[in-house]
């Protein structure tokens, strides 16, 4: 069974530091997509960056790029430069993309950022 | 183009009631889910459609029900409303783009009371 483990239920970064939003995943099916979706308090999903599972080079989008170890099961969001506006909850998520494309997020991490 | 659209936004039932949530979305998507997010938490899969007349269920599927007759609408059904459906619906759609991402409607907030 698929499975989206996020450890981190809060964080706090300084303003214009790097921080690193930790996911790990559990699948046995080869071929999967992950995303990082952001939710601020006003509750809107915003998408940020995907990585399929055979791509060759970590996604980057900006001043967000996935850490993706595909050993180690892991695909870290690395956010550079914090914002306050990056003030929000990080959802990482997986899709099956050899069985109808289900897709499950993981808990979330709660990110602050301190000006 | 509206993208998803959830109606209603807001909703309270009695426990017992029944209803349904609707969804639609303009963009010719093949993919759409239905999520339940309840407070602090993240989404939970409640089911989802990879096309017209195709659905299955999620994580969390018990006291629901869906039906997918056309592409652009996926209404969610809640038979005999109990307090622990109270939650934030939200509907997402995609299709088989690169980036395989979702798109999301605004989300229903349901309360049982």
């Known amino acids: 069974a698929q499975k989206i483990t996020q450890t981190q239920p809060g964080m706090f970064v300084q303003e214009k530091e790097a921080v690193t939003l930790d996911c790990t995943y559990d699948t046995s099916d080869p071929s999967y997509g992950l995303f990082w979706y952001k939710q601020p308090s006003s509750g809107e999903m915003i998408f940020l960056i995907y990585q399929g599972s055979y791509d060759q080079q970590n996604a980057t989008e900006g001043r967000y790029s996935l850490n993706f170890q595909k050993a180690r099961k892991s695909a870290n969001l690395v956010i550079s430069a914090s914002q306050l506006g990056d003030s929000a909850m990080y959802f990482c998520?997986?899709?099956?993309?050899?069985?109808?494309?289900?897709?499950?997020f993981g808990p979330g991490t709660s990110l602050s950022v301190i000006p | 183009n509206a993208g998803v659209t959830q109606t209603p936004k807001f909703r309270i039932l009695k426990i017992g009631q029944s209803m349904t949530l609707q969804c639609t979305q303009d963009m010719n998507h093949n993919y759409m889910y239905w999520y339940r997010q309840d407070p602090g938490m993240g989404l939970k899969l409640i089911y989802y459609s990879v096309g017209a007349g195709i659905t299955d269920k999620g994580e969390v599927p018990n006291g629901y029900n869906v039906s997918r007759s056309t592409t652009e609408d996926f209404p969610l059904r809640l038979e005999l409303a109990a307090p622990s459906q109270t939650s934030v619906y939200f509907c997402a759609s995609s299709y088989n783009s690169p980036s395989r991402k979702l798109f999301f409607g605004s989300g229903t907030q349901l309360s049982v009371l």
């Open positions: 998520a997986m899709r099956d993309l050899t069985s109808y494309d289900k897709v499950i």
